[in-house]
């Protein structure tokens, strides 16, 4: 068969799983999944119908100096590792991951059937380690593209890494990412590399937020976690990394999860 032809070939869809509201495709290789308008308490708004896909991908493409990793982390544990750590684990490599995050992404609508934007959350579960950032990116953008948004501040896809050696402008202007760090001292850190923070925090002072006793730095608690917000769409404000950056503002969460392992490794016990 000529090289043309094959080309000219449409390519098969991704394999899914579930139907409707419930749908989600995977990879080829089983290492990464979207799962399609996902009614998930927080982050979507269902009293106004917006819901949300989101991706995830296995642990390998997370970077070892995660402290959480294998140890407490929510993403291997509460109810997202519940309900997709055995399909996950394939032991491919964080390169076929991200082909496979990326393939997923191309493969999802991106507008409802009347013609909304549909917003994104990236890595419920999993990252992208800093050489592979460039095939996820780029499938964001193509989504964006898809989609008809206009980037008015807020973006149509967000989400958090703990990948250490990645600038922010690797990403590109069609996501709102936010590096996710420990100590209050790490802020500064992420913010060399051009990354608005989110830190995890064992205690919450106050819900309006606060000054880091060491840092300076303004944290301010998640307003879904603080019962301020009932949604991350309704909130806004992980998806709006360029103000939070010029802002000076950083976004804390409780620990939340595997909490005692979760509290160990904030306190650098286990790590
Ligand atoms: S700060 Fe807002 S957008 Fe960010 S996680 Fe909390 S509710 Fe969601």
Known sequence: MSTLVQLSRKAKPLPHTGSGCNRTIWSRKGDAQIKLRSANGKLADRSKGELVHQTATG????????????????????RVGLQINDRLEHGTSARSAAIGEAACIDE??????????????LHVRGDTLAQWVPIVAGAVSRYVERSGFERNGARLVWGYTHVLDVD???????????????????????????FAAAI????????????????????L???????????????????????????????AFSAHGATRKVRDALKGNTK
């Open 221 to 251: 608690p998640c307003p879904v976690q603080s019962g301020r917000a009932t949604s991350c769409i309704s909130c806004g404000l992980c998806l709006r990394d360029n103000f939070l950056f010029d802002n000076g503002i950083t976004i």
């Open 108 to 121: 999802a609508p991106a507008t409802t059937r009347d013609g909304r934007p549909i917003h994104m959350r």
């Open 168 to 194: 922010r402008a690797t990403w590109g202007p069609d996501i709102s990412i936010l590096a996710s760090v420990q100590r209050a001292r790490e802020i500064q850190q992420a913010r060399d590399r051009g």
């Open 59 to 78: 642990v390998q493409t997370c970077p070892q100096s995660c402290p959480f990793l294998g140890n407490g982390c929510y993403g291997e544990n509460g």
């Open 200 to 219: 995890v925090v064992n205690d919450v002072p106050s819900a309006r937020g606060f000054h880091d006793e060491s840092t300076g730095e303004f944290i």
